[in-house]
């Protein structure tokens, strides 16, 4: 790859930079709303990089906001720092070693995804800066993605009201912008209070909460014959009312995971496993207490902003990897459950040709694919509501890794994944330098944002009076 955008020689400067800080963000792995340690790192780089801070950003102590330029359209990067529970895993290693038992890990690259999207907007600030441009780049450090709906909360409280457009990606193993739908969810905890008693001297004296936990499981397993086949259902047990299997559980709780493609059809599916949940409080002679946790939207996709990315991807080629980048994603292969390769070549609608080493994705895909939809759900989506957004899918992973899994995080720190960090970076950039130069490609993208809403206004899934699960530094 040689570059031939002087936005691209603005990122390769500051490189080494934000390699460190992803990886250092690696070494911290922290999940929701406890991402002390990792906003510090980017704050770190944000004040280093002569960005105006708002720390706090929304009222979340693990959010933050950089900005630079005075006048001018705004253009939103965003970025992620968290990490999940149980995969800790040593970077570079080709088979299971968690740095420590049971500890956090970075099995979704949000190190990667903080670092690159704030490189981006590094060079982006610095374009602006050396061509005198009246234009304003805005950092959004966020966090809680996984289970906590951050976005949501900050898009809810304004915090992207006078934003123009907004810019971002995600490591995954293939190169492409992302126009795969995501899915609408809401994180409901139903809590059922009954009364304890002897479940041998006197069971008739008791009303078992965790009997109506079961119940309302059984009957949200027998509604999912009867709802959408993209629409999910997903639950875990909170709490399961104690280990005495002698005492009459009074109190237990389950958060149930609802997906619907879009938000209209996740308000009714709701509707319907309340329904399941008063039933199962009704035979039980329980009472129901039902309390929103979090909830995302579903992306909206614009078609000028996904045009202005893929010119972007294919001006700057796709990601440079080297032999033993691909000796590394080979041996990676290897660990993979059967079929995995196959499913993701079926997602990006690709056929390798004779004798093509796929072990990487050293290509690009068009945009337009007809692939095998595997939805997820992110509150980006939200932000898709507020302003026009495009999101690219960055290669920084081996060729069939699932996402989530220890595979991602042996992925972390090393050269491939590097790499493919600072090529999203320079994609990002390279965007939103287009919609600056370009006014009439900003307003057709709000145009197409604009159209979408006055069919379906934006009602946010998270009540007005649910509050974040944010925790306090110790």
């Known amino acids: 790859m040689k570059n031939t955008d002087d936005i691209w020689d603005l990122a390769d400067r500051h490189s080494d930079r ?82 420590e038992d049971g ?71 293939y190169l492409a912008v992302n126009q795969e739908p995501s899915l609408a969810n809401a994180r409901i905890d139903y809590t059922f209070h009954g009364t304890a008693s002897h479940a041998a001297f006197e069971p008739d004296m008791g009303r078992s909460a965790l009997d109506a936990v079961e119940l309302m499981n059984v009957g949200v397993n027998y509604m999912r014959e009867h709802m959408p086949d993209a629409a ?11 280990e005495a299997a002698n005492v009459v559980q009074a109190r237990a709780r389950v958060r ?34 039902k309390k929103v946790y979090s909830g995302v939207s579903n992306l909206l996709p614009n078609r000028p902003l996904e045009e202005a990315m893929q010119t972007a991807v ?27 390769v196959d499913s993701t070549l079926a997602s990006m609608d690709y056929t390798p040709s004779a004798g093509q080493d796929i072990s990487l994705c050293d290509f690009i895909l068009p945009l337009d694919r ?30 069939g890794t699932p996402f989530h899994t220890w595979q991602v995080v042996a992925h972390g720190k090393t050269p491939l994944a590097h790499k493919g960090m600072i090529h999203a970076a320079k994609v990002m950039a390279g965007t939103a330098r287009m919609l600056i130069e370009n ?12 159209a979408r809403l006055e069919k379906t206004p934006y009602e946010c899934p998270i009540p007005d009076e649910t509050k974040p699960p944010i925790v306090q530094p110790s």
């Open 439 to 450: 006014p009439d490609l900003l307003a057709s993208a709000k145009e197409a944002h604009a």
């Open 103 to 173: 500890a956090h890990g970075h099995g979704c690259g949000h190190n990667l995804f903080g670092a690159g999207a704030l490189l981006a907007a590094t060079a982006l600030k610095d374009w602006i800066e050396a061509n005198n441009i009246k234009a304003r780049v805005r950092y959004y450090g966020c966090p809680a993605e996984e289970g906590g709906a951050a976005k949501t909360y900050m898009v809810r409280d304004g915090l992207f009201d006078d934003v123009d457009a907004a810019i971002s990606w995600h490591p995954a193993p």
């Open 256 to 289: 149930q995971l609802i997906r619907h493609p879009n938000l209209p059809g996740l308000k009714d599916l709701i509707a319907r496993v309340d329904k399941i949940a008063e039933g199962a409080a009704l035979m039980t002679e329980t009472r129901m207490e």
């Open 18 to 99: 934000f390699i460190a800080l992803s990886d250092a963000v690696f070494d911290t792995p922290e999940t929701l709303y406890t991402e002390f340690k990792s906003v510090a790192a980017h704050r770190e780089a944000l004040v280093e990089q002569g960005f105006r801070i708002t720390d706090n950003a929304g009222g979340l102590p693990t959010a933050i906001i950089g900005e630079a330029g005075e006048e001018g359209p705004v253009i939103a990067i965003l970025g992620e720092f968290d990490a999940l529970p149980g995969l800790s895993q040593h970077s570079g290693e080709t088979e299971p070693r968690p740095i």
């Open 232 to 242: 999910r259902v997903h639950y875990a047990y909170m709490d399961a009312g104690g």
């Open 314 to 340: 294919e001006q700057l080629g796709p990601v440079p990897f080297d032999d033993k980048d691909r000796a590394f994603a080979a041996e990676i292969q290897a660990t993979l459950p059967k079929g995995a």
């Open 370 to 399: 007809n692939g095998v939809i595997r939805a997820g759900s992110t509150d980006v989506g939200d932000v898709s509501w507020a302003v026009p957004t495009v999101q690219l899918w960055g290669a920084t992973w081996t060729l």
